[in-house]
């Protein structure tokens, strides 16, 4: 294109001497922004065309804007078109172009705030629609008018300063806005106060809207809030305007000393209470309530050595409640005078006036009443020896009565003794045990036994204090230690097997018992030449050989003592089976069988039970021969003719051993956990003794220790499989048990029979009824209706 589209109004005129279309003007300027300059020895160029300027808002529409033309075909025979935002693009129909005459019309009102320019493309074609031109641009502005007032950005500016403040104090900004262009006076903002209460105590920059304080004297205690009415101005403050409020908030300064209402106050209390209150104590304050500058704090200057009075502050009265906190003795002292003062919480300004009345008198008269007995020491703790004979003197729980004043008697009983254990002199307080305390008793609690007694006056109505009697009950030494297992057996060599593993138990409680000492008798020194006794633990021992010496059974004695004071010990047998062992350090059968001696079954005795089961059989089988022929040909009559001999058909049998009821068999517990044995070995009754065991006792069986590693298994085994060898209550773990035979098979059926067919109707229950009212029940529940 050789030139481009002229739109500047001003520039326009005077460049070309031409009318613009700019409101108020007659007739529009034609412009030929593809009209080239002769130029001699230069290059030509397009013209630049200044922006078209056209106002806001402007009312009388159509409005002729410019018209173009182009110089390349006369007129008629060129079409001209624009393009762009207002024409085809939103807001669209702003704008509008002759085709023929190239005049551009304003067809609706603009808003600056909205759109402040346009920028459209000219387009100039020649009738068949060929190109004549170059588009050029064609640039539309605005212009502003003072169509919008100004506005701000709240109703109500809220702002806080401390009373007091200086002048120049900072308190708040307002700030406002105005939708005309900011590069006009159209928004040329200034701020003002219209209104303020009382005197002129604020003021407001006209620029920046900062609202600061100018004068002394904001006093909260006065004045509390402070409410403002400002304007805002455009056109530097000539044009439109807008209000707002702003409400200035004094903020409370501890400037105000607080006081006591009086010069003196007179409460009376109770004597030997205390967490009462006595009374209150008022004062006055003029700061803000609730806040630091007035909350109460209260100090009890003089007159309470004891500290028994505290004032604690009312938050919601700011009074002083005076307090008793330690109870107070009217026989010590009837009156206490005591001096107060009072202050904020917050430090008071150094230039607050002082309170006149700072510090108050409180007089607090006691009032005397009947106090209960005190006990001297409470609880009080005491120990007795176990097993203490009837009348033991336990303590003196004595008490005293603090009125001083009152000649009254106190007495003394029991409350609470749970076992019946203590008998309470009435009138010393002195206590005695009036029978033996069980060791065993319910109530003593880890060794302690406790009891509660009172004291009482013989006022009316009478005062009690109660006092907690604590005793411990001391554990004496009064049992020996016993020998656990009191048998056992070993290996004939002494390199063989691991010896003979002893334990012991006490009956004492810690101190008591363990550890225990094990020792061979002292009364028989030649023991020491063939025996040996080590210490395993503090509760296992181990006996060895020192050299072979001949199988079969020894007797030992031994000296068990216990650790307690003074030491308790008991010299108590042992027996001793010498055995031949295998390379594993454990008896060979035959040997066992030997020490087994008589217990086990003799053949004689095997000879007559045999005999016996074969007699049993004789008699049984015509029995069974006669059962099974009737069943054969059994039928209703049958069973009718037998309904009343039924007893008599049942044959009883001694019961068979061996099972899970066994008691007399091999006791298997002593191979079981060596924490379970304690447990397990309790026997349930006197048990039958064998007559080959040594000495005949049947003794408790010690705790065993497990083995530390896999070569201690054999030896433990070993240890246990002695050990039931030696218990004289049952036969050896090998020894031969013989049962009774019932026979084999049976003619008769089992009643599971009843229910092994494959349904109800298989089975015939009527016959049922014919055996009698017992077996009717069956023929109703499982025969035909």
Avoid at 435 to 459: Q, T
Avoid at 571 to 593: F, K
Avoid at 629 to 638: H, P, W
Avoid at 711 to 729: C, Q
């Amino acid at each position: 294109m050789d030139a481009a589209l002229l739109v500047a109004l001003g520039l326009l005129a005077q460049s070309l001497g031409l009318s613009l279309g700019v409101p108020g003007q007659r007739r529009p300027s034609t412009l030929y922004p593809w009209h080239r300059a002769p130029a001699p020895g230069r290059v030509r160029r397009a013209w630049v065309i200044p922006p078209i300027s056209v106002s806001e808002n402007h009312k009388r529409l159509p409005y002729t804007l410019v018209q173009i033309k182009s110089d390349k075909q006369p007129l008629g025979s060129v079409i001209y078109s624009i393009q762009g935002p207002g024409v085809d693009e939103e807001p669209q129909g702003v704008f509008s172009i002759d085709k023929f005459t190239g005049k551009v019309f304003l067809n609706a009102m603009l808003d600056r705030e909205k759109t402040d320019r346009f920028r459209l493309r000219a387009f100039a074609l020649d009738l068949g629609g060929a190109t004549l031109e170059e588009p050029t641009d064609l640039e539309i502005v605005v212009v502003d008018q003072n169509d919008n007032r100004p506005v701000f950005r709240q109703e109500a500016f809220s702002g806080r300063v401390l009373e007091g403040a200086v002048p120049g104090t900072y308190v708040t900004r307002a700030e406002a806005t105005d939708a005309d262009d900011p590069e006009t006076d159209n928004a040329a903002l200034r701020y003002s106060i219209l209104e303020q209460d009382g005197p002129q105590l604020f003021s407001i920059d006209e620029h920046t809207g900062d609202i600061r304080t100018v004068q002394v004297g904001l006093d909260r205690e006065v004045v509390a809030v402070y409410n403002l009415t400002l304007q805002v101005a455009d056109m530097s403050g000539d044009g439109l305007t807008a209000t707002a409020s702003a409400i200035i908030t004094l903020e409370d300064v501890n400037d105000n000393a607080p006081g006591f209402t009086r010069d003196e106050f007179f409460m009376e209390a109770t004597e030997a209470v205390s967490g009462v209150d006595v009374g209150r104590l008022q004062v006055e304050d003029r700061d803000l309530p609730g806040s630091p500058n007035w909350a109460a704090r209260f100090t009890i200057l003089e007159g309470d050595p004891k500290g028994q009075f505290a004032i604690r502050t009312d938050p919601k009265t700011n009074e002083g409640v005076l307090s008793v906190v330690k109870p107070l003795d009217y026989e010590s002292c009837e009156q206490y005078n005591l001096r107060v003062a009072v202050q904020n919480e917050a430090p008071l300004q150094a230039a607050a006036p002082r309170a006149e009345r700072g510090q108050a008198r409180v007089s607090v008269r006691v009032q005397d009443v009947n106090e209960a007995p005190v006990f001297q020491e409470n609880p009080l703790r005491t120990s007795l020896p176990e097993g203490v004979p009837p009348g033991t003197p336990v303590a003196t729980f004595s008490a005293q009565d603090p009125d001083t004043q009152r000649l009254q008697r106190l007495s003394y009983s029991k409350d609470y003794d749970p076992d019946d254990w203590l008998r309470v002199d009435g009138a010393t307080g002195q206590i005695q045990t009036q029978r033996v305390l069980s060791p065993a008793s319910p109530f003593l609690k880890d060794g302690w036994y406790r009891a509660i007694i009172l004291a009482y006056d013989d006022a009316s109505p009478p005062s009690t204090a109660t006092g907690t009697l604590s005793i411990e009950i001391l554990e004496v030494n009064d049992h020996a230690p016993e020998l656990s297992p009191p048998s056992g057996s070993v290996c004939s060599k002494p390199d063989q097997g691991s010896g003979l593993l002893l334990g012991a138990t006490d009956a004492d409680l810690p101190p008591h018992g363990a550890p225990f000492h094990f020792q061979l008798s002292p009364r028989v020194p030649e023991l020491t030449r063939n025996w040996s006794v080590s210490q395993v633990n503090v509760s296992h021992a181990r006996l060895r050989l020192r050299h072979q010496v001949r199988e079969g059974l020894h007797r030992l004695s031994l000296l068990l003592r216990d650790s307690g004071q003074p030491p308790q010990q008991r010299e108590q047998p042992l027996n001793v089976t010498v055995c031949r062992c295998g390379p594993d350090g454990a008896c060979l059968p035959g040997a066992a069988a030997r020490r087994a001696g008589g217990v086990g079954v003799s053949l004689g005795a095997l000879v007559i039970v045999l005999a016996s089961i074969i007699l049993l059989l004789l008699l049984a089988l015509p029995v069974a021969l006669v059962t099974r022929s009737r069943r054969q040909s059994g039928d209703k009559g049958f069973l009718h003719g037998l309904q009343d001999d039924l007893r008599d058909n049942i044959l009883n049998y001694d019961e068979q051993g061996g099972g899970e009821e066994d008691q007399d068999a091999y006791d298997i517990n002593q191979l079981r956990h060596p924490t379970e044995l304690a447990a397990l070995c309790a026997p349930l009754g006197r048990p039958p003794l064998r007559r080959d065991a040594p000495f005949g006792r049947v003794r408790p069986q010690p705790p065993r220790m497990l083995p530390t590693s896999p070569a201690d298994i054999a030896d433990f085994i070993n240890d246990g499989l002695e050990v039931a060898d030696s218990d004289p209550s049952v036969p050896p773990y090998d020894t031969a048990l013989i049962y009774d035979y019932e026979g084999d098979g049976s003619v008769a059926g089992t009643l599971s029979s009843i229910l092994s067919s494959l349904g109800d109707e298989d089975q015939d229950y009527s016959c049922l009824r014919d055996w009698g009212p017992r077996f009717a029940r069956l023929a109703d529940l499982y025969g035909p209706p």
